[in-house]
């Protein structure tokens, strides 16, 4: 497997933006926030369909490098072969069809097809013989898991958040929605006006709050992230009176 550092995969995502600017739909347009789908099926040429991908909806996405057979589930929760051909992306169903869950929707396309352009950069190091072949399935939050367990996960994830969200476009969504240059504090209890306003810039860029608070972060946007616990800024160690 290719070991890449974060570099090498901010590099990897700048390459694959210039090339999606150049799309003949998006040449000589102003673009505000990238369409994963987009990206996937005209730019790498992959296909993308929707099933549902476990009993309790957990699998996110799935793809494969060379064809295999995984399973899906029916509407009765039944269990179904299918057979990934190596050039398709599957999605969860349930993701398409909720309008709320848009940003995973879109993060999980932008994972799966990232394990594609890994594939098709490094043929020789990915998923390069029969033994190391898997499917790639996207699960949630993984992005927040360490210790890092799957270096495959980790690098598709990577370059899924450089992708969706590259520093201008976050820029630029800074300035639309009055964040300003930095934002020092993420808190909905105690700065719910700057949350709000974060939180209608990452609708507008069709990524998750999650998501676009973790590449905040990495990129110096925002110093304190208080997404998962507002309270934790006023968290004491009760010492029981002594």
């Known amino acids: 497997m290719k070991c890449l550092s974060r570099a090498d995969i901010e590099a990897i995502a700048e390459r ?3 090339a999606y600017y150049q799309l003949p739909q998006n040449k000589d347009t102003e673009i505000y926030r990238i369409d994963p789908e987009q990206l996937v099926t005209e730019l790498l040429g992959l296909k993308v369909e929707y099933e549902h991908l476990s009993y309790d909806r957990h699998i996110l996405g799935a793809t494969t490098t060379a064809p295999m057979i995984i399973e899906i589930y029916m509407g009765d929760d039944t269990e179904q072969h299918y057979e990934l051909d ?3 992306i599957l999605i969860e169903r349930d993701l398409r069809d909720d309008c709320t869950q848009l940003g995973r929707c879109n993060f999980s396309l932008a994972h ?3 394990h594609q352009i890994l594939k098709m950069l490094y043929p020789h190091d990915y998923d390069a013989s029969p033994q190391t072949q898997k499917v790639h399935y996207y699960q949630a939050n993984s992005e927040k898991r360490r210790p890092i367990a799957d ?6 994830n990577a370059l ?5 969200l590259p520093r201008d476009l976050i820029c630029r969504g800074m300035y639309m929605f009055s964040l300003g240059e930095k934002v020092k504090t993420l808190n909905k209890v105690f700065f719910p006006k700057e949350y709000e306003h974060f939180s209608d810039m990452a609708s507008f860029l069709g990524v998750s709050k999650t998501a676009l608070a973790i590449r905040m972060k990495q990129l110096g ?3 304190n992230n208080h997404l998962d616990d507002p309270y934790c800024i006023v968290d004491i160690d009760y010492d029981g009176g002594n």
């Open 160 to 164: 899924a958040s450089a992708i969706l």
């Open 221 to 223: 946007l925002l110093e």
């Open 112 to 114: 799966e097809g990232s």
């Open 151 to 156: 270096w495959y996960e980790w690098q598709a």
């Open 16 to 18: 694959v933006l210039k």
């Open 86 to 88: 190596g050039n398709t």
